[in-house]
């Protein structure tokens, strides 16, 4: 039995998908306090019943003070695997959630909600999905009611990596760039060459169909979930509401620009071969490099049906999405 007047613990806050969260929960007029850590930036919605707490992932004490504050659900999309600047690459990963699951255990929290990521038979040749399947373990055998969304890959961040501008505007600190140097470097290379030259990045042959969702929709869903006891102890796949190939989506900025867009391939061998000369000393760019060959040959298209009716909610698709950040980036 879940909480009348929840209380979310949202963990990741300062992050783009834990940003979004924060917006989406006080939509729903959820009182929340947001886990931060102390030299973060905290971008806190107006209007909203949010409060912060100062902590850090590693301080076992930290998360439990958090959670002993009335908390009835948490949230948590906290990571390191596209780490800040001198931090290392998801090593610490397991150690943060080993602690959450702690305090949620020592405070009797009804409801732990996780961003995992999608499943595919390569998993293990992806060191964030190792990870992130490590994690879900943890969680699956902790006794506490959980709901694991396993995402597919966000609108956000890779219409992003293809090239765009317009889906980084306006976001306080979008994921790409304030990590590490690959995807900073990555960002200022490429950033804006849809629109500017109508260039599209795509990985593979660009035919790899994938379901892209936006992460408006992923922290709706997350958000939801809550007091829906049809989620509770459930592995879930999410998608966006259609399958698209990375070329259908450069085709649709093309017709929302009215420009004719050149997908420039990004090949498989050129990215596994770059996965392996930086695995040693950028673990995290050679993460990037494998999930972007493992986006570019593996198709993840789950049927978002079933929890759109139980969720009660639309998923945008890629065509409303790319209209509304060009909109809003003119
Ligand atoms: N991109 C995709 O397509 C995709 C698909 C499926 C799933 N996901 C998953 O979605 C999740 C969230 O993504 P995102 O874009 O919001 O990530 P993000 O922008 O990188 O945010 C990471 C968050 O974790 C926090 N954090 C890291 N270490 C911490 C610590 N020691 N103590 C407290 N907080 C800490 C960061 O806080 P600071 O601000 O202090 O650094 C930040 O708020 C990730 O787990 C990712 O794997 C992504």
New binding site residues.
Partial sequence: MEANHPHLLV????????SAILQRATLEKLTTTA?V?SQ?RLNLPEMGNVTAHIG???DFGSVDKACSQGITHVVA??????P?KGEAFGV?DLL?YRNIIRACQTHGIQHLIY????PSPFDEQIP?FVIKRQVEQMIIESGIPYTIFR????MD??YAVMGSSAVMKGIPQP?LL??YWLSRLWSSLTNGILEKYGVALVPGNGQTRQSFICIEDVANCMVRAINQPATINKLIDLGGPQALSWREVADIYGEKLDKKVTKLPLPIWLLKLLEFIMRKHSPAGANMMSILALLGQYEFTPDMTELSGLLDMEFTDTRSFISRKLAEGE
């Fill in positions: 963990i990741g806050a300062t992050g783009q998908l834990g886990f850590r973060s850090d992932l590693s999309t906290a990571s390191s695997i596209v800040r610490d943060y961003i995992s990521a999608f964030e995402g597919a890959a966000f961040i890779y994921t304030r990590g």
